[in-house]
């Protein structure tokens, strides 16, 4: 990489995903990836903890950075120059502010999902984003992994290439099990959030996300109800609602976090996405596939694809089917993207409308409350 190259980045926040899936993509990029050379967290405990998590993974020891002294705080980070770019990985509230903070710091910056708490601050965000800091140079990706997965990609794709036809109607269904013993309800700010939907806009943008990658044209309008079923999860866990796209077809999205047990997870073969066109049909799930070089079996995004075949008079024939694994890499690509992009090379992942979008969805089931919501208005 010739930008990046001689410069370093830094990770902000030392929860979960920055030590689970943060670390580990930068170290599957290797050389691709700037040098980590700072961590910051709220505590020195916990910014020490992922200092520690990345000299084993990384095999160098970044410098810790926490709030409480002049010397060792954000702001000296952001100081230094030879920290070019940035990976804010923080509670959702307060992501905007550091993004804006480390933007007029002059570092670039790859911020964790969803872009904001709600589509007015989004907006807000990304206004401020286009006027001050774009025309400098400065680039601002929203690190949403699922838009960045090759498995959705890899759909998206099969659906352009025509091979179930024209798409006429989709699902969406995730169901969730999360008891108070999860370790990501035991996250603070996740506990008690301050921000609407609780865990329905922290995971759902995901599954908005996907949807927005594999459908053939955007979202526009939106129908459902929200609801909260365990107290403990407020201020809603659930929703259901129907989704109309640009081009006619309209479909069903299911999310939940209060699945009574684990194995509603799984019911019914697990959810994922299904897509009906008019000469064949398209599902991707997560699962288990064997890698034959090392004999474990790793996780994997599985698209499958039937395919109707029909002879010269239209008589339907054998149906054809397609399975294509691709590994779960979608944190990688991210990273991956943005890194590139400070090199020029931008191939639109992390597009910041593209994760207001995504809030915006979101937002609008948790209101919509059976009434029709035109989602292009309500982005504005």
Same mark, same amino acid.
């Given at each position: 990489?010739?930008?990046?190259?001689?410069?370093?980045?830094?990770?902000?926040?030392?929860?979960?995903?920055?030590?689970?899936?943060?670390?580990?993509?930068?170290?599957?990029?290797?050389?691709?990836?700037?040098?980590?050379?700072? /961590?910051?967290?709220?505590?020195?405990?916990?910014?020490?903890?992922?200092?520690?998590?990345?000299?084993?993974?990384?095999?160098?020891?970044?410098?810790?950075?926490?709030?409480?002294?002049?010397?060792?705080?954000?702001?000296?980070?952001?100081?230094?120059?030879?920290?070019?770019?940035?990976?804010?990985?923080?509670?959702?509230?307060?992501?905007?502010?550091?993004?804006?903070?480390?933007?007029?710091?002059?570092?670039?910056?790859?911020?964790?999902?969803?872009?904001?708490?709600?589509?007015?601050?989004?907006?807000?965000?990304?206004?401020?984003?286009?006027?001050?800091?774009?025309?400098?140079?400065? /680039?601002?990706? /929203?690190?949403?992994?699922?838009?960045?997965?090759? =498995?959705?990609?890899?759909?998206?794709?099969?659906?352009?290439?025509?091979?179930?036809?024209?798409?006429?109607?989709?699902?969406?269904?995730?169901?969730?099990?999360?008891?108070?013993?999860?370790?990501?309800?035991?996250?603070?700010?996740?506990?008690?959030?301050?921000?609407?939907?609780?865990?329905?806009?922290?995971?759902?943008?995901?599954?908005?996300?996907?949807?927005?990658?594999?459908?053939?044209?955007?979202?526009?309008?939106?129908?459902?109800?929200?609801?909260?079923?365990?107290?403990?999860?407020?201020?809603?866990?659930?929703?259901?609602?129907?989704?109309?796209?640009?081009?006619?077809?309209?479909?069903?999205?299911?999310?939940?976090?209060?699945?009574?047990?684990?194995?509603?997870?799984?019911?019914?073969?697990?959810? =994922?996405?299904?897509?009906?066109?008019?000469?064949?049909?398209?599902?991707?799930?997560?699962?288990?596939?064997?890698?034959?070089?090392?004999?474990?079996?790793?996780?994997?995004?599985?698209?499958?694809?039937?395919?109707?075949?029909?002879?010269?008079?239209?008589?339907?024939?054998?149906?054809?089917?397609?399975?294509?694994?691709?590994?779960?890499?979608?944190?990688?690509?991210?990273?991956?993207?943005?890194?590139?992009?400070?090199?020029?090379?931008?191939?639109?992942?992390?597009?910041?409308?593209?994760?207001?979008?995504?809030?915006?969805?979101?937002?609008?089931?948790?209101?919509?409350?059976?009434?029709?919501?035109?989602?292009?208005?309500?982005?504005?």
């Amino acid at each position: 990489m010739s930008t990046t190259s001689n410069t370093g980045t830094a990770i902000l926040g030392a929860g979960i995903f920055a030590k689970e899936a943060h670390l580990p993509a930068l170290q599957a990029l290797g050389p691709l990836a700037p040098k980590l050379v700072a /961590v910051y967290s709220r505590s020195e405990k916990s910014a020490s903890k992922l200092a520690a998590e990345a000299t084993t993974l990384l095999n160098t020891t970044p410098d810790v950075y926490f709030d409480g002294d002049p010397s060792s705080d954000l702001d000296a980070l952001l100081a230094r120059s030879d920290i070019t770019s940035v990976i804010i990985v923080l509670p959702i509230s307060q992501q905007p502010s550091i993004v804006l903070k480390a933007l007029a710091a002059g570092k670039h910056v790859l911020s964790e999902k969803p872009v904001s708490a709600d589509i007015a601050s989004g907006a807000t965000l990304i206004a401020q984003y286009e006027a001050q800091f774009k025309p400098r140079g400065l /680039v601002w990706r /929203v690190a949403e992994n699922f838009e960045a997965e090759p =498995g959705y990609i890899a759909a998206g794709r099969a659906i352009a290439a025509g091979k179930i036809g024209k798409v006429i109607f989709f699902s969406s269904r995730t169901i969730n099990f999360i008891d108070q013993d999860s370790k990501w309800y035991k996250t603070p700010w996740r506990t008690v959030p301050d921000y609407q939907g609780g865990f329905l806009l922290d995971g759902g943008v995901h599954s908005v996300a996907a949807l927005r990658v594999i459908l053939p044209s955007a979202m526009t309008h939106l129908t459902g109800f929200a609801s909260l079923n365990k107290d403990w999860l407020a201020p809603h866990d659930t929703i259901n609602a129907t989704i109309k796209t640009a081009d006619g077809s309209h479909g069903i999205f299911e999310l939940s976090f209060a699945a009574p047990s684990p194995s509603r997870s799984s019911a019914g073969g697990g959810g =994922g996405i299904i897509v009906t066109g008019t000469d064949g049909w398209l599902q991707v799930q997560q699962t288990q596939a064997c890698d034959f070089v090392y004999n474990v079996k790793k996780p994997v995004f599985r698209i499958t694809i039937k395919s109707a075949t029909r002879d010269a008079n239209g008589v339907l024939g054998p149906e054809k089917e397609e399975v294509i694994d691709e590994p779960i890499r979608g944190v990688e690509r991210e990273q991956a993207s943005f890194f590139a992009a400070l090199d020029g090379k931008d191939d639109g992942l992390g597009n910041p409308f593209g994760a207001l979008k995504d809030v915006a969805v979101i937002q609008a089931a948790l209101t919509s409350d059976g009434k029709l919501i035109d989602l292009e208005k309500l982005i504005g």
